[in-house]
């Protein structure tokens, strides 16, 4: 760059942040320290940048308008919802050049649509806001994870998220029939019918979840929402290995029409997990636990029991009998990610195989983590039925690459994913080529220059 | 163009056949009207081009052959599966320079994965052949529409096809886990490894699904089955206006969770069907029947019968006593394509519109086919639960395009779709700006230049 055109793009940045401020409002620019931190890290602290300023819009318009002034000024936007990412894709890099394009107050929930159980939902909004609406509807959201009352619908979008329920009702690529969302050019793209069938012209929508805001910025959805389901059994069950466990995911979907959750922890986890929430063990610690919740209209216990019985581990099985005993079952379950954070900052990953292969990744995975980096603490857990496995290291230095890349290549032989649903982030757009071909990626690239040829949004996330 | 460059591209254009034959073989690049004629012309003779030959690869890798070669002379390929198509989508122009590229022979069905009740099949596998797979297997391929025998795989994922049980399982979409496409570079991107959970990198299955072929060629894709559902109720019931069909849609819906088909009927579409048939009517035609019929592992007759009472439409309703009595009543469903097929060439639209505006959209629809086509016969019928209808205007030229607008502009009135379940094809390029903004329709093709810049795959179709 010549010496004039540095000062030229110092002057134009120099003149961009009044602009935003014009466009959102001078108390939704936000500058300095001490109020943009919050913005700039992540919750675990693994993932940390500078940034610009944060903008605040309100509403579609003030999105486009500010991504279409950021793009004037070749100046770069990092989407964030509630931040509860894990994979440095909400967070701005060190350069402080980025803005952070917050979407907190895209918060508005429409009325629940009859006909069709369809809620039009601000980027913004909570999970946990968007699961009471549609409670107070007759409705469930048919999506949960631990990141509730923080995660936002845009984030849940942009990560096609996945959670608890996926193993019933999908990711939030299932739940989704309509988007509305910025392009890097500022423009607006809204596909808010909510028609069960549309297949005019591409399905933009489908290409945008799951894109990490690096193709545009996601600022309402369409959410189709399920039954309310207010009938609920809980199980634990102890199992003697972690293929086993995973031998008894295929005949426990099968069994159990009515299965909402069906979760993985193993021996390590559970014992830092009871430790940290000062929780005496509900029954023995064995290699592997699995929790199992059915939701039904009516109590769907025997049927729980029987399909217990059926795959020959009821012995082995503990029952809640009411809401506060399921509620510390869950609560296990729940309380890793806290408790893991709580031991310093992990290496995580969040991988995916299939269940066929799920056994043999289990099975080799702490050999595999133990020689990346002899005597880490290795936390597995996950949700079962979706051969998805939450990897955390903790003992090596988190930007210590060792144990991502041996434990991505084994991911990878076992014909599984990098990301699961935690998206790439940052953090993994480095490892994608372990799992996707060279053609795959070249496509991939091609419309993300197609849609963002000026790399204006969100540079460095999914492709490095 | 020079005179030079038109020899040459002669020259060229005439080396490329031998090519082609060395791939797939002799045998399969056929050429000269008589082995060409049925894959130039769709079956209700609306379509109909010239091709300079049709090709028919035996595998991905003869199809990746293939596309690069033709890539490397500039010439187009138009992908063609069964050739069921209504809209324009699989047959060539008539320049006689484009190759129809069949992907009848790759038809490959693999095994039912038990875990997952995951299928591989080929994109030459006809849907019969896949429902027979699946039920063989213990499980139902979730998906069903008139053109079983013929429609293949490759189509209704090129389609995103919804047909009969949508209301129920979803489209195409909902059912295809997993894409094995050849790009226009000549290059394979597979996604085979059938994760529920996979957000790693931008979803390109869900941007080929229902891209008409104009992005890549899917040569294979991975299926989703369903449980089979052995016990069914069918029920026909009379109505007595267009407005009360659409009003009992929604509450029909919600009070059965064993619904798998809810079809509409308007009086001229059954009197022309009954006709055709030549089957007496079993019962008083009205303005609309409705076709209800439930899948459940036990009989659902009592629910079904239960919920036209919960309605109050059990008194105008018949049920079907057996299996006889069932096919009677599905076929005049089934009858109507052909039915109307056999009264001419017609014009032939399929629009969705959402619940809340389809009585209002079928009130207005024949007064504006008659503004539009004065005298013109008028059948409409289609999938009610999805809000989806074919409308059928029989007398008017069909290259005559005055119904065409003014039912798509209806349509677009009402906040629908111009094309539910059929694409766009070449047919309806021209009115995709009807729905879709100036930006979506920018993103579409910044898309389709990125994935195919010298548009060798299915130009003029979808984008005009």
Known sequence: MT????????????????????????GHVLTGGDLTRSYESDWTGRWSGRCLAVVRPANTAEVAAVVAECGDHRVALVPQGGNTGLVGGSTPDGSGSQIVLSLTRLNGIGAVERESGQIPVGAGVSLTALQQAARAAGYDAGLDLGARDTATVGGLAACDAGGLKAVRYGTARARIVGVEAVLADGSTVSRMAGLLKDNAGYNLPALLIGSEGTLAVITEVLWKL?????????????????????????????????????????ETGIRVTLDYLDQAP??????????????????????LIEALDGIGVAGQAIVAVDAAGTERLMRIREGHPEAVNHGGVSTKLDVGVPLRALGRFLEALPTVVERAAPGARLVAYGHLGDGNVHVNVLGPDPDDTTVDESVLELVAGCGGTISAEHGVGRHKAAYLALIRSAADRAAMRAVKHALDPDEILNPGTVLA
């Open 3 to 26: 010496e004039t055109s540095t000062i030229d793009s110092a002057r134009r940045t120099g003149e961009l942040l009044p602009r935003l401020s014009r466009i959102v409002g001078t």
């Open 226 to 266: 399920v039954p309310r389901l207010d009938a609920r059994a809980t199980a634990l069950i102890a199992i003697d290995s972690v293929q086993q466990a995973a031998q008894i995911a295929g005949p426990l979907m099968a069994s159990l029409p009515s299965l909402e959750v069906l979760e993985l922890m193993t």
């Open 282 to 303: 509900p029954m023995a610690v064995t290699p592997a636990w699995v929790l199992v919740q059915c939701a039904a209209r009516t109590d769907p216990q025997d049927e």
